[in-house]
């Protein structure tokens, strides 16, 4: 299941384009193997923030078993990687130094582990009064590049050369990693000790990570193809020299939001648990979930984003964004 999109931008260089390039390859990919799959979640260009540093993961994969990170390069010509771990790029029969992508993509599997362990209480809660938590789970992390460059095999250590992979075989090294089996076997594979999540753990765990996702400047999503919404024109007077009026854009719609018990619109609390973002109502003390159909096209496909103190409704359907609080 595709739970976020490649956000696309407008490169300022050649290699920008092709690095955005090679990041659209991989979601094509993962988009046909996995949109249909609600055991395995993708996240393209995630952003986040935890403990004053910041990360950026091209593709992320939540599974039952754990997770895989996804490092995309756009690399024209030849590769190679000594015994040090040094990875060096040839381009026009120059050859230089690069920075490694493993080491980039361990980085930012440690901050994320971080975050996730930091907030496993409210995200996973407890089962059979026992915490629950990210412990023994898989954590994997491949290097996907471009289907045309030039990998030397022979040279380059093992432990390297298992995370490097050229896209077209990404698929194949994904159900590799993950080694998915029959899903009603589980409970019962004593060769297979690896602990699990439910599905319901999966659910809240893709969402935790939607709403810790940092946007950037606006941007434009691959997914959205409607057109974009006409600008309306203040009507208010020109001055007597015939200058344009001031233009000025859709205002974001307003969800209602209101405590399902009472019916109370105002005395409330935000908050996050383990099935997402909801509202505690402080008149009558009931929880009534964030999420709810779109007001524009009463779609449930809708989810629940944070950004500082204020709530948004993303509609997947028609990509109309609601305010909440």
Same mark, same amino acid.
């Given at each position: 299941? *595709? ?43 995630f ?7 910041t990360?950026? *993961?091209?593709?992320? *994969? ?33 050859w230089?130094?690069?920075? !490694? ?7 930012q ?9 930091h907030?496993?209480?409210? *995200? ?9 938590g ?20 022979n040279?380059?250590?093992k432990?390297? !050369?298992?995370k ?7 698929v194949?090294k994904?159900?590799k ?42 941007q434009? !999503? ?36 209101? &405590?399902?018990?009472c019916?109370? !619109? ?14 505690? &109502? ?33 509609c997947?359907? &028609? ?7």
């Open positions: 299941m *595709i739970l976020k999109g490649k956000t696309l931008q407008n490169p300022t260089s050649p290699q920008a384009s092709a690095g955005q390039k090679q990041e659209q390859n991989v979601a094509f990919f993962l988009r046909r193997a996995f949109k249909d799959n609600p055991e395995i979640l993708v996240i393209n260009d952003k986040f923030t935890f403990n004053d540093e990360a950026q *993961i091209d593709h992320l *994969i939540v599974y039952p078993y754990g997770f895989v990170l996804l490092e995309s390069k756009s690399i024209k010509g030849h590769i190679k990687v000594n015994q040090q771990g040094e990875w060096t790029r040839s381009y026009n029969n120059q230089s130094g690069m920075p !490694s992508p493993i080491k980039q993509v361990e980085l599997q440690a901050l994320l582990k971080n975050l996730l362990a907030h496993r209480q409210e *995200i996973l809660g407890k089962f059979l009064g026992i915490k629950q990210f412990g023994g789970r898989c954590w994997d992390h491949i290097c996907v590049v471009s289907s045309d460059t030039v990998i030397d095999r040279t380059m250590p432990a390297v !050369s298992d490097l992979v050229k896209s077209e075989f990404l194949d994904l159900h990693i993950m080694k998915l089996g029959n899903k009603l076997l589980r409970k019962v594979n004593v060769y297979d000790t690896r602990p699990y999540f439910n599905q319901q753990e999966l659910d809240s765990i893709g969402d935790f990570i939607l709403s810790q996702h940092i946007d950037g400047n606006r434009i !999503s691959e997914e959205v193809n409607k057109a974009p919404e006409p600008i309306q024109h203040s009507q208010t007077n020109t001055t007597s020299n015939n200058s344009v009026p001031i233009a000025e854009t859709q205002p974001t719609a307003q969800a209602n939001l209101s &405590c399902k018990n019916v109370e !619109s105002t005395n409330y609390t935000p908050m996050y648990g383990k099935f997402g973002y909801y509202i505690k &109502c402080n008149h009558c003390s009931k929880n009534t979930p964030m999420k709810q159909n779109c007001p524009q096209c009463q779609s449930k496909n809708t989810k629940v984003q944070k950004r500082k103190e204020t709530y948004t409704l993303h997947q359907d &028609c990509s109309v964004e609601s305010q909440l609080i």
